[in-house]
């Protein structure tokens, strides 16, 4: 009769990485390309890079400070 060798599994708090560090990579690939095509769309309507540029750090501190809840 075959037999089956018991598999084991690493407990939460032995993992090798953390969530965080699985995840934060595709996230800042992800806010890379976001911003690439934000700012792409902005040129493409006409705004100048440095408008674009501004504007999209507008967004990011406005973002930030609602998710501190900061916001007004």
Do not use: C, F
């Amino acid at each position: 009769m075959p037999t089956v060798a018991a598999t084991s599994i690493t407990p939460p708090d032995q993992h090798v990485v953390t969530a965080r560090e699985a995840l934060e990579p595709l996230y800042e690939k992800l806010e890379l390309q976001t911003e690439s095509l934000v700012l792409a769309a902005a040129l493409e309507a006409g705004w100048s890079p440095d408008e674009a540029t501004k504007a999209l750090a507008a967004l990011r501190l406005q973002d930030a400070l609602t998710t501190l809840g900061r916001a007004n």
